[in-house]
Structure formats: C-alpha cells, structure tokens
Nanobody, 119 residues
C-alpha cells in the first residue's frame, strides 16, 4: 500500500509565500509523474502543476510564473513553492503520484492540506 502525506499548508497574506511538500511511503518501484491539484470553495478540483520522472513540468495558466514544482524520485517527494499568493489561490491542495508498486501504475492521493490567502 502506498501512502502520501502532505505538509506545509497554512494562512498567509496576499503576496506571501508557502511551500508544500508531499512524501510517499510503501512499496514503490517507480513514480511516473507527480502532480499537485487544488479544490477551492465551491469549485471543482483542478490540476495546478505536474512534473514527470524525466523532469518535464507543466502548470495551470493561473499559477505560471508564481508556482514552482520540484520532485525527487529517489526520495519519493514532491514540493510546490508558491510565491506571490493571491486570495483566489485559497484551496485545499492535494498531491498525487502515479506509482508502480508491483506490475501496474496506479494513482495515489494525499489527504489534502489547506492553504488560505487573506487579502
């Protein structure tokens, strides 16, 4: 069984920064991709950023230039550095990893961490 645990959420003023981290544990043979999603109040969950095991990154337009995703496959960790935060970034942030534990790849999710940006 693979488990993902996030940390780093909190309350910050607009313009501030936060860094989220997520570590995976369990039987992990390979990680294909690591992602961060978020779900704001009354909104659908949306993809924020993704990094592949080859190091390719992609971001939602709303966070480009402000957020940076980084991953360490050797340590099974992914981080999201969030700068110049805006009130509209307020959401529960979830990490997601596409992991091969045995023979197939499956998606695993963290429990979510709250990020609140005050104006």
């Amino acid at each position: 069984q693979v488990q993902l645990v996030e940390s780093g959420g909190g309350l910050v003023q607009a313009g501030g920064s936060l860094r989220l981290s997520c570590v995976a544990s369990g039987i992990i043979r390979n990680i294909n991709a690591m992602r961060w999603y978020r779900q704001g109040p009354g909104k659908q969950r949306e993809l924020v950023a993704v990094i592949t095991n080859g190091g390719t990154t992609n971001y939602a337009d709303s966070v480009k230039g402000r957020f940076t995703i980084s991953g360490d496959n050797a340590k099974n960790t992914v981080s999201l550095q969030m700068n110049s935060l805006k009130p509209e970034d307020t959401a529960v942030y979830y990490c997601n990893m596409n992991v091969r534990a045995a023979y197939v790849y499956s998606d695993y999710w963290g429990q979510g961490t709250q990020v609140t940006v005050s104006s």
